[in-house]
């Protein structure tokens, strides 16, 4: 079995394995080589004759113990009829929102949109550097789509109330975004997916309040999804306040923490696999620091199902050699 769902599904513990959220992308100087001549990001994603190679270039670099398909949580809005734009420097671009559109995608239609994704899942599946490693595949938590296909920009701070306000729209919204979600699990699963996760990048944004409507209900149906395929699902909360009620209501396989939550605490708390939570900023100082800091989380967890990682993306000014100093540090440990 592979080293990571050896972890998830086994809880063994002796040796901690290892893959890095956007370990594929601009850090990567053979990354940025493609995406100079490939400006257009939602296309590139579309390319299947490119995806598949930018994937397996950390996995090439580093011993890595997964692969992360080379994709983005909008190809979702993309595939039902929102327009999404990346521009540089700033970020993604939506735009409106218009339901009687999207009504109209039908499963067909939005299978066919996003096929390049998982034509490219098949490819790096059947390539030799996965054998006895994962392909992690992705999708964004409803909620921090929801965000997303709204605001349409990644918010600021905090989420603009009036967006919320029409009951009925967010209703319906929510409820396509969950079958499409579906769809789209499904599909990467039936590709070669061997493991999913859901980033809830916004989930800080929620009060206490509204957790129930907007992610644990939502995120609960994915999960009983995810489940009824037999494939392991980790979830990555960013910033909620309470990982532990997380963790019980919702009951993922595995849960990605932040950096900005004390491990010690999530020791004490959670009994599921922990994957990450290392501050990707401490790839941007010096060795003995990530040093330290790495070994931080290596011995808090050490008796407990552990998967290093960060606790948020690799920053795109990190030194490839930094990442290839902590890749041989966890091997080591
Ligand atoms: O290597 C991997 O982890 C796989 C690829 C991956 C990308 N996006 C590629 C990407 C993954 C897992 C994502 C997830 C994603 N996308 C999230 C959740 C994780 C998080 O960061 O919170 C979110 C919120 C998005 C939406 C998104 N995509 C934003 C806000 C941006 C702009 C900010 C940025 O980092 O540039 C993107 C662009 C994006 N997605 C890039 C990559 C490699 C950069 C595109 C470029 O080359 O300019």
């Not at 420097?89 to 998982?118: M, Q, V």
């Not at 392991?232 to 396989?253: A, G, L």
Request: some cysteine; hydrophobic content about 40%; aromatic content about 10%.
């Amino acid at each position: 079995m592979s080293p990571i769902k050896n972890c998830i599904l086994n809880k063994k513990t002796d040796n901690t394995p290892i893959w890095i959220m956007r370990q594929a992308g601009r850090y990567l100087p053979e990354f940025r080589e493609i995406r100079k001549v490939n400006p257009d990001f939602i296309k590139l994603c579309l390319n299947e004759n490119i995806t598949p190679e930018i994937t397996l270039q950390p996995l090439k670099r580093y011993e890595l113990d997964a692969a992360i398909i080379f994709s983005d949580i909008l190809m979702l809005p993309y595939g039902i009829g929102q327009k999404v734009e990346f521009q540089k420097g700033f970020g993604p671009i939506l735009s409106d929102l218009n339901l009687d559109f999207i009504n109209k995608t039908s499963e067909d239609i939005f299978t066919k949109k996003l096929d390049p994704i998982y034509k490219a899942i098949e490819i790096v599946s059947r390539d030799k550097i996965i054998t006895n490693k994962d392909l992690i595949c992705f999708v964004g938590a409803p909620w921090t789509l929801l965000v997303y296909m709204l605001n349409k920009q990644s918010p600021k701070k905090e989420l603009n109330k009036k967006l919320l306000e029409d009951k009925v729209f967010i209703d319906e919204l929510l409820l396509i975004i969950d079958k499409f979600l579906k769809i789209h699990i499904h599909n990467q699963i039936k590709s070669g997916a061997t493991i999913i996760q859901i980033f809830d990048s916004w989930a800080g944004l929620v009060n206490k309040k509204d957790l129930e409507k907007f992610i644990y209900k939502p995120t609960i149906s994915l999960i009983k999804f995810i489940k009824s395929l037999n494939t392991p699902v980790i979830c990555f909360p960013r910033n909620v306040e309470n990982y532990k009620e997380y963790v019980e209501t919702v009951m993922p396989d595995a849960v990605n923490i932040d950096y900005n939550v004390d491990p010690q605490n999530i020791l004490k708390n959670i009994n599921i696999p922990v994957q990450g939570g290392l501050d990707p900023q401490i790839l941007l100082t010096d060795k003995e620091n990530l040093k330290k800091n790495a070994l931080k989380y290596l011995e808090i967890f050490k008796d407990h199902p552990y998967i290093f990682n960060l606790g948020h993306g690799v920053l795109p000014t990190t030194d490839p050699n930094m990442m290839d100093y902590l890749v041989k540090l966890v091997k080591d440990f």
